[in-house]
């Protein structure tokens, strides 16, 4: 059974710097895109940044200039650095993963930006 773990959400002031990781966990094969989404109380679930398998990369505008996404295949891991956050960054954020056949999400894990 396939399996998304993240890490390294928290609590950080304005300004700070978060590092998410994801890795998929059990069999899973040919992952196309990768990426984060997010989600804040009482809004929609939103892209924040997608990354294909051969590197190119889709960011929000929001996140744009800010946030650096990357991925490793071999490690079936995917990274979010997230630089400069505000208080709007505020959410859960859920790591995706999706293969020609399913589309795999993480558990969430929260991120809370306040001073």
């Known amino acids: 059974q396939v399996q998304l773990v993240e890490s390294g959400g928290g609590l950080v002031q304005p300004g700070g710097s978060l590092r998410l990781s994801c890795a998929a966990s059990?069999?899973?094969?040919?992952?196309?895109?990768m990426g984060w989404y997010r989600q804040a109380p009482g809004k929609q679930r939103e892209l924040v940044a997608v990354?294909?398998?051969?590197?190119?990369?889709n960011y929000a505008g929001s996140v744009k200039g800010r946030f650096t996404l990357s991925r490793d295949n071999a490690k079936n891991s995917v990274y979010l650095q997230m630089n400069s956050l505000k208080p709007e960054d505020t959410a859960i954020y859920y790591c995706?993963?999706?293969?020609?056949?399913?589309?795999?999400w993480g558990q969430g894990t929260q991120v809370t930006v306040s001073s």
């Open positions: 995706n993963m999706r293969t020609p056949r399913r589309n795999y």
């Open positions: 059990g069999s899973i094969f040919s992952i196309n895109d």
């Open positions: 990354i294909t398998r051969g590197g190119s990369t």
